[in-house]
């Protein structure tokens, strides 16, 4: 039974014609096509960034119309102040008709439009292979409108990153792009909404990393990017130039206030582990209601209302609130009310599963908070150097950074809507205060705490792919090499002579030595074939070779878009068979 041995890489070499095969250089031509999909990808980046800039001009205008039909009764999309209305007590009930028409809008629309964005994006992202109704990308931002423009505590970036995001997964859908390219679409449109709103476009590109991609790859981060940067264009074009929080120009701290302003952010971080921690027992408290969960937006509004009763100023978006804490000039009393007041609002609004973002309130709270403590810092150590300000914008990030763990984000974002970079290094030490703080105290955040309680697991650990790491030769097993003209019945005997029937594929190559294909255990050992055909007339399909230097990476996509279990390892320098590779081996590895 000369025309049957083992072969190994430490045997003799069998010549192999990489003509019948899938060569190395079809898989370069694969890669070439894949950076073109990378650059069509892209351009589908481009154009839904376009399209969400202009979607959030006009959720800006619309939750101006609401505002201004709600509390001043003027059909305009000028900005519109909730405070200065003349409703006294009756401004109760303002909130509550708004909740009640967002909770009607999720039970006959789309119940995915209550919430604050970024989670819902992130469950999609985990779960639903990045599909998100189509039907999001109108019935979000309506929904949000009306809750902010009646009173609603939010800002408008939840929505539109909701948005965003809804926009980019219908493109995805409408066109055939797999659910990794589906992902970037969503991540693109949601990060380009965030963009578009503060003009933020590195931080936006972080918030991609960190909440919504778990990644940094070219393929990812490439129409992210392009994605982001086409959204802060269209906030320079359709919103006004200059930082969106203006402050005072902040200096470079002390020794001395740095310290302190590291305190403050330890501070900031236990506060923020308790806001997420009374949030979601507000929630709690809301699923034990005895009504229907489409009345329960309607109560949060009530409670919105009697707040905004006794402090107008807790009412809508807000985002003047965060510039007045940031000036340094509000007194300590309407600091301590503003972060109080608004919490209490914005707390019990989200938990009642109502529409609209969560990071304004965030940085409100925050920044009102490091206001204060800064004030006290400067009362306890007058010779420090303590800014104000600075502890406000310390306080707004660290809250952010403790409250999502979106580290990075929260400080580029505070840079890049204030233009302080001088803050970088206060930044830095508060909001990694802040981090560890939450790190320590809270097995989830309050982007992940909802889908963590469905049984879904948020990654929180970047790094390369392992498969990356390793190469097929670390990992290949050796091969049984069969002659073609070898009867199925000879093969049998050879085998069970051999005490090899263990394999669950062979290599098959013809008289020359030159490569043919594979041919699987279970079709050798078939009862269907003739004992007298040749071994070769089982060969189902061309074979799809791989170098021993690929890594492992290339040999699992190489695997999918073949569709086989196992590749024949070939070495491009003698053209020699060196083993096999199976998804056995790449697990082991």
Same mark, same amino acid.
């Given at each position: 039974m000369d025309h049957t041995a083992k072969h190994s890489h430490n045997r003799i070499p069998i010549s192999v014609s990489l003509d019948e095969t899938m060569s190395l250089n079809d898989m370069n031509q694969a890669q070439a096509g894949n950076k073109k999909r990378l650059a069509m990808l892209s351009g589908f980046a481009v154009a839904v960034a376009i399209c969400i800039s202009f979607i959030a001009k006009g959720l800006v205008y619309l939750i101006n119309l609401f505002t201004n039909l709600a509390f001043n009764h003027t059909w305009s999309v000028a900005p519109g102040n909730p405070g200065g209305h003349h409703y006294g007590l009756f401004v109760i009930i303002v909130p509550a008709i708004g909740g #009640?028409?967002?909770? #009607?809008?999720? #039970?006959y629309g789309s119940k995915a439009i209550r919430g604050h964005g970024i989670p819902e994006a992130m469950e999609q992202i985990l779960t639903n292979n990045s599909k998100i109704r189509p039907s999001i990308t109108y019935l979000k931002p309506l929904s949000s409108a009306i809750s902010i423009g009646t009173g609603g505590p939010f800002g408008a970036e939840g929505p539109i990153i909701a948005t965003?995001?809804?926009l980019g997964s219908t493109i995805g859908q409408l066109f055939r792009i797999s659910a990794y390219e589906r992902k970037i679409l969503l991540t693109a449109g949601a990060t380009a909404g965030m963009s578009a709103i503060f003009g933020s476009p590195v931080a936006a590109i972080f918030l991609a990393i960190e909440l919504l991609l778990f990644e940094f790859s070219p393929r990812s981060i490439i129409p992210v990017a392009l994605a982001c940067i086409?959204?802060?264009?269209?906030h320079h074009l359709l919103f006004e130039a200059g930082p969106v929080f203006p402050s005072p120009v902040m200096e470079s701290p002390s020794n001395m206030a740095l310290i302190t302003y590291s305190i403050i952010g330890i501070a900031i971080g236990l506060l923020a582990a308790g806001v997420t921690k009374i949030v979601y027992l507000i929630e709690d408290a809301f699923e034990k209601l005895p009504v229907h969960w489409a009345w329960w937006p309607a109560i949060g509004g009530l409670a919105v209302? #009697? !707040?905004g009763y006794f402090a107008p100023y807790t009412l809508g !978006?807000?985002?003047e609130n965060i510039t007045h804490v940031l000036s340094g000039q509000m007194t300590l009393q309407l600091i301590v009310s503003l972060a109080v007041m608004k919490f209490i609002s914005w707390a019990i609004a989200l938990g009642s599963g109502t529409s609209g973002g969560t990071l304004a309130p965030l940085l409100t709270i925050g920044g009102a908070t490091g206001a204060a403590l800064g004030i006290a810092a400067m009362a306890i150590f007058p010779q420090a150097g303590i800014n104000v300000s600075m502890a406000a914008l310390i306080g707004m990030s660290a809250m952010f950074a403790g409250a999502s763990r979106a580290l990075l984000t929260s400080i580029i974002f505070a840079i890049e809507t204030t233009g302080q970079e001088n803050a970088l290094l206060p930044l830095l030490a508060g909001c990694i205060a802040a981090y560890i703080v939450s790190y320590f105290l809270m097995e989830n955040t309050i982007m992940t705490e909802k889908i963590a309680r469905r049984g879904v697991k948020t990654p929180d650990i970047y790094q390369p792919d392992v498969l990356e790491k390793i190469t097929v030769e670390q990992v290949l097993s050796d091969a049984t090499v069969i002659n073609g003209d070898t009867s199925v019945k000879e093969v049998r005997i050879f085998l069970e002579q051999q005490k090899d029937q263990q394999r669950n594929y062979y290599i098959v190559v013809n008289n020359e030595g030159i490569f043919k294909?594979? !041919?699987?255990?279970?079709?050798?050992?078939s009862m269907h074939h003739e004992i007298t055909q040749p071994i070769q007339t089982l060969i189902k399909r061309k074979a799809t070779v791989i170098s021993p230097r690929n890594t492992l990476k290339t040999a699992v996509q190489l695997m999918a878009s073949e569709n086989v279990d196992v590749l024949p390892v070939v070495d491009r320098t003698n053209n020699s068979v060196l083993g096999v590779l199976s998804y056995k081996d790449i697990l082991s590895g």
């Open positions: #009640l028409i967002v909770g #009607l809008m999720a #039970l965003g995001g809804a086409t959204g802060a264009a269209g209302g #009697l !707040v !978006v807000g985002y294909g594979i !041919v699987s255990a279970s079709n050798l050992f």
